[in-house]
């Protein structure tokens, strides 16, 4: 990730972008990290999180996860995936309060 960025911030620089760029906001650093886990935590004590199910959208291109706003469809498009779901048959010891009822989803 950080040779990304550094691609980047040469890029904008050559663009002619004005920038802190000695001293850039970068997700990956501890100190954001630290402050999303603490908003993260208040809002599970505030009752805001929840378990679900929603899929992960994954570029297999850039190997990464896909926020919903990525994602672009031809107007009428019609999904062609399909949704399989796999019986787990082994699992790690931190799962297996879920032993028995755990099946991985595909689709």
Not at 47 to 56: L, N, S
Request: proline fraction near 5%; glycine fraction near 6%; aromatic fraction near 14%.
């Amino acid at each position: 990730a950080k040779e990304t960025v550094e691609k980047q911030s040469a890029s904008f620089q050559r663009y002619g972008v004005w920038a802190d760029w000695d001293s850039p906001y970068l997700t990956l650093q501890p100190e954001y990290e630290a402050a999303q886990i603490d908003v993260f935590g208040k809002m599970v004590l505030k009752g805001h999180i929840y378990r679900g199910f929603k899929p992960v959208n994954w570029s297999p291109s850039s190997r990464t996860a896909l926020a919903e706003a990525e994602l672009e469809y031809p107007e009428g498009h019609i999904s062609q995936s399909i949704y399989v779901g796999f019986d787990v048959v082994e699992t790690a010891a931190c799962l297996a309060a879920y032993s028995g009822d755990l099946r991985i989803a595909i689709w």
